[in-house]
């Protein structure tokens, strides 16, 4: 099951790209890391410009009770 940071993270990368059934977010480091893996075409749109969109997932992970000590990378 996954914990409810990386619930978070899906559900609002899902809301944002073409392809949601190619979001998955894989957690390693006992939850303190969250791999989010989208469809090539989506990995601009989840990053943003300069990384905005990104940062913004970070900030949104920073200030959840549950998210506070997660760090979340975006991989090919």
Sequence with gaps: ??????ELI???VKAMVDN???VHVRES???RLLELETHADDRGRVIGRQGRVAKAM??????????AD??????D
Excluded: K, T, W
Aim: hydrophobic share 40%.
């Design 29 to 31: 480091d006992e939850g």
């Design 58 to 67: 970070r900030a949104l992970l920073a200030v959840s009770r549950d998210g």
């Design 20 to 22: 949601p059934e190619e």
């Design 70 to 75: 997660c760090r979340l990378d975006i991989v």
């Design 1 to 6: 099951m996954a914990s409810r940071p990386a």
């Design 10 to 12: 899906e559900f609002v």
